[in-house]
């Protein structure tokens, strides 16, 4: 049984571009949550999808967009980069919306 | 803002003493409590959990206890070892998402 698999595992990009991450759910698991972690807090909530479909979202703006494929794997878009949004990008994927989540190593995104 | 946060940022252990990690919350219609480690570079790892209707729950060489009357939540580590040291976060499960806490360092001497 394979865990939860990000890529890529760092990444440096330019304020205003614009990032894709991804996530392959763990076997068996079909919902996937996306967390941002800046340094030296605890991961903070951005979206969840559940069955390819968006099932809740935290305080993130817009540009911060998501999809999770048929085989629930997932994508975190993220546009017009900011300063800011240099963070661990973890995702974490679950049977059902509600408990055992296992998360992966995150990607490590750095905005200059 | 964060509904859930823990006491104190930094905790300093002697190795194969017990060490407790500490954890207030403040919504009280969460019902699943998580703690989870992460060491440097990795994810979250999951410790232990627990749902409301339980008080204490035991697991390998750690405790979690939820006291919903003042909303606090503690992990005991028992006879710490180097391996413990991580950061440590507590987090409450309500709907469909986690909300944690700045976390606890932990630090154990040798």
């Known amino acids: 049984e394979t865990g939860v698999t990000q890529s890529p595992t760092h990444l440096i990009k330019t304020r205003g571009q614009q990032v894709t991450l991804r996530c392959s759910s763990q076997?068996?698991?079909?919902?996937v949550s996306w967390y941002q972690q800046a340094l030296g807090q605890g991961p903070q909530f951005i979206f969840q999808?559940?069955?390819?479909?968006?099932?809740g979202r935290g305080n993130f703006p817009p540009r911060f967009s998501g999809l999770q494929f048929p085989n629930y794997s997932s994508e975190l878009n993220v546009n017009a980069l900011e300063l800011d949004d240099s963070a661990l990008y973890l995702c974490?994927?679950?049977?059902?919306?509600?408990?055992?989540?296992?998360f992966g190593s995150g990607t490590r995104l750095t905005v200059v | 803002g964060e509904s859930v946060g823990l006491h104190l940022p930094t905790l300093s252990v002697q190795e194969g003493d017990n060490s407790i990690i500490n954890c207030a919350y403040s919504n009280s219609a969460s019902d699943y409590f998580i703690w989870y480690k992460q060491e440097s570079g990795k994810g979250p790892q999951f410790i232990i959990d627990i749902r409301s209707n339980m008080d204490k729950r035991q697991g390998q060489r750690v405790t979690v206890l939820l006291n919903k009357t003042v909303k606090h939540l503690s992990l005991q580590i028992a006879a710490t070892q180097p391996g413990d040291s991580a950061v440590y976060f507590c987090?409450?499960?309500?709907?469909?998402?986690?909300?944690f806490g700045a976390g606890t360092t932990v630090t154990v001497r040798a």
């Open positions: 076997s068996g698991h079909n919902t």
């Open positions: 999808y559940y069955r390819e479909e968006e099932n």
């Open positions: 987090a409450e499960n309500h709907d469909y998402k986690l909300s």
């Open positions: 974490a994927s679950s049977l059902g919306t509600g408990d055992g989540y296992t």
